[in-house]
């Protein structure tokens, strides 16, 4: 069972990650709505992201053993690549495991800036 849950907070999510990144130039406010089956680039973007954070043991448990990264502090990833995602990344993607998905992927909202900042990564369009 995972048991090592990152302490540090959602809010960090990927932002916290992007320490090389300008991001700047995105419009601030702008809140347009993609479609996450057709991007999934926020579950491509870093191996340090879908990392356990709040939740409680019953949550963690719930989450498929194979999914779970050796060190039990989030998901495993092959790669910057969560091993739950099916699919290409900006055409057709799924969370294989979306009921019980860890909460740092329920906090990435479409059209927030980790939202932007990954599909900026992909070359995906952030408008
Ligand atoms: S990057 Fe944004 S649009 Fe793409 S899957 Fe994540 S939240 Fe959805
Ligand atoms: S658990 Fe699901 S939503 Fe979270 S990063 Fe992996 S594929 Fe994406």
């Not at 406010?29 to 057709?38: I, L, N, T, V, W």
């Amino acid at each position: 069972m995972p048991r090592n849950a990152d302490p540090h907070p959602v809010a960090s999510g990927l932002l916290a990650l992007a320490s090389a990144g300008d991001f700047s130039s995105l419009e601030e406010g702008a809140a347009p709505r993609f479609d996450c089956q057709s991007c999934g680039a926020c579950c491509s973007y870093s191996a340090e992201w879908p990392r356990f954070s709040t939740e409680d043991d019953a949550q963690l448990d719930r989450i498929p053993q194979d999914y779970v990264a050796a060190d039990e502090a989030g998901m495993r990833c092959d790669g910057v690549r969560c091993s739950a995602l099916s699919g290409e990344v900006g055409k057709s993607t799924a969370c294989g495991i979306y009921e019980v998905r860890p909460d740092v992927c329920r906090a990435c909202m479409p059209g927030g800036d980790d939202c932007l900042m990954a599909r900026h990564s992909h070359g995906l369009p952030t408008l």
